[in-house]
């Protein structure tokens, strides 16, 4: 019995070892925040991984504000928020360098006759106050508000554009962009909103101020539902050389097709 | 050598203990800090939940009471077509009918919950708006229509265990003392059974209250005071649907470690309950 307990305890001690020695080859590099980012970054890190052997990428997804806090407490080396950092974050010392672009479509049914809106319409209907779609030059049906659950960061970014923090009268609040596009694409008095590159056919895209949202309109900065993704590193400490190297990779033309796969709009 | 495979048993068999202590000494000990910041009766009585608002509204009682009305609305349409079917599988139907059903009972059981939720998204919710005529079917009654067909396996099954577990002189003797074959079945059998029926009823409970995936992909999850047309957020879904953005820490965090405590205790009781039928069933 005694034995057989010995055993056991000297595998897993041995594993704990060899576990531990993996990590030590090749540096690491440890990033922490928005939870929108996570499919960008995502794909950046493991194409990272893949062309330099022994690095070891880390991604602790906890939201923006967790991002820039642990940044500047140095608790990682590269924070991650989807917004622009406020003026006293950079007093702290931080610096912001944008990735990418997102660009958030609102989606309703493809039988909706509406193909053009405004933001504070958008914000009107959200809030509750406009509540039919004749109000807005559609047929004569409820709109019914599919939006994300809180947290989101898709919901975060929608909401603050708009205007409408903590307004929403939503119908239905699901937990992924599939599902509020199957929604919208199943009842006709829907309205939604999705990751621009997450759209498909069976919705259609409203255009904001007659701006329609492409990859383009996004970059140029006509259409306005937009966020930007943003690196926030110390300004006065030096990454260290994995992490530079992380960091100049992602930031450079390269990593271009890697970002525009992964549903966002490179900047570089 | 007795000895060790002895000591090997024993370890297995703790296995189970550990892993629900540990389970329990974690809610608890995770969900009593939020319960105590928010107060207990702020928490469990709030009519409000906005988690992530600027001035943040923990109140679960929408919760509470979305999951006690869905419950009891799976049980109300559930119980009594599992129950028939029960009586006719065990009295009734002849031997090629019975094994076609109990195969398609077992599959129905074998059906991932996912796949509940996603036929009720694509299928039932669009129905429920075309029937009622109401602006958006995802709503407390599509939640209870998939809810009472999720747990239709597991009465029919414990049902008819009970119902056939009836000794058959009881019912030869109804039937010569000239009682009817569904007299019988009703008169005799079933009030027999009745204590295996009422364990198939609490295990129903049980698994409809602990429901989250299926429900979460039809009950449109805005955290509203349950009404039957209304996009409402149970229990499990409220602790689901939010968790995995709930950055580490926050009182959002723990608060959804007290709700699934909550959750927790309920099913405890449901347990509790279960394990006094089956009691009952066997002194009878």
């Known amino acids: 019995m005694k034995k057989f307990i010995g ?3 000297s595998v897993a001690v041995l594993a704990a070892v060899m576990t531990g020695c993996g ?3 090749g540096g690491t590099v440890s990033t922490d925040g928005s939870t929108s980012m996570e499919k960008v970054i995502g794909a950046l890190g493991e194409a990272f991984e893949q062309n330099n052997s022994g690095v070891t990428f880390t991604y602790n997804p906890t939201g923006s504000g967790s991002g820039i806090t642990a940044v500047a407490e140095g608790r990682c080396d590269i924070g991650l928020s989807s917004r622009n950092l406020k003026e006293e974050e950079k007093l702290q010392g931080l610096t912001e360098t944008i990735l990418a672009l997102d660009g958030i479509a609102v989606i309703v049914n493809p039988d909706n006759p509406v193909n053009d809106m405004d933001l504070g319409t958008i914000a009107g209907i959200y809030k509750g106050e406009i509540t039919n779609w004749k109000e807005v030059g559609g047929s004569d049906l409820e709109i019914v508000l599919i939006g994300r659950e809180a947290g989101s960061g898709t919901r975060d970014g929608f909401e603050s554009i708009t205007g409408t923090e903590d307004a929403c009268q939503y119908r239905q609040e699901l937990t992924s962009t599939g599902d509020v596009i199957t929604t919208v694409a199943g009842n006709p008095g829907a309205i939604g909103y999705a990751s621009l590159a997450s759209v498909k056919d069976t919705v259609k895209m409203l255009s904001i101020d007659g701006i329609v949202p492409t990859e383009e309109s996004v970059k140029d900065g006509s259409y306005v539902v937009q966020r930007p993704f943003v690196l926030v590193t110390k300004s006065e400490k030096k990454l260290s050389e994995t992490a530079q190297k992380f960091f100049d990779y992602i930031t450079s033309s390269d990593a271009g097709d890697i970002i525009s796969s992964a549903g966002a709009v490179p900047v570089n | 050598m007795e000895n060790a495979i002895y000591g090997i048993f024993l370890i297995l068999g703790l296995i189970t203990v550990g892993c ?6 974690y809610l ?3 969900g009593i800090p939020a319960i105590r910041k928010i107060g207990l009766l702020h928490f469990l009585l709030g009519k409000e939940w906005a988690s992530t608002a600027q ?5 679960i009682l929408p919760f509470i009471l979305t999951s006690i009305y869905g419950t009891a609305g799976a049980i109300f349409i559930g119980v009594p077509i599992g129950f028939m079917t029960a009586v006719y599988l065990s009295k009734i139907a002849g031997q090629k009918v ?6 398609a009972v077992s599959l129905l059981a074998g059906i991932p919950s996912v796949v509940y939720g996603l036929v009720g998204m694509m ?9 009622f005529r109401i602006p ?6 599509a939640a209870i229509v998939v809810l009472a067909i999720m747990i239709l396996p597991s009465i029919i099954k414990v049902s008819l265990t009970a119902l056939e577990a009836v000794p058959k002189e009881y019912e030869d003797a109804s039937l010569a003392l000239g009682a009817t074959p569904i007299e019988t079945y009703f008169r005799v059998s079933v009030p027999a059974a009745k204590s295996g029926i009422a364990a198939a009823v609490v295990l129903g409970v049980g698994r409809a209250i602990g429901e989250a995936m299926a429900i979460m992909m039809v009950a449109g999850n805005a955290p509203n005071m349950p009404e039957i047309f209304q996009s409402v957020r149970f229990l499990t879904t409220a602790v689901a649907s939010e968790m995995s953005y709930a950055a580490e820490g926050s009182l959002q965090k723990q608060a959804l470690f007290s709700i699934a405590l909550v959750l927790f205790l309920f099913i405890m009781m449901i347990n509790a309950v279960l394990n006094f039928f089956l009691k009952h069933s066997k002194e009878n």
């Open chain 2, 28 to 30: 608890v000990i995770s």
């Open chain 2, 136 to 141: 958006d079917g995802a709503s407390l009654f």
């Open chain 1, 7 to 9: 055993t056991m305890i």
């Open chain 2, 98 to 103: 019975k094994g076609m059903i109990e195969t």
């Open chain 2, 123 to 131: 299928v039932l919710v669009p129905g429920i708006r075309l029937i």
């Open chain 2, 20 to 25: 629900v202590l540990l389970i329990t000494i």
């Open chain 1, 23 to 25: 990590k030590e080859d």
């Open chain 2, 55 to 59: 001035q943040p509204q923990y109140g």
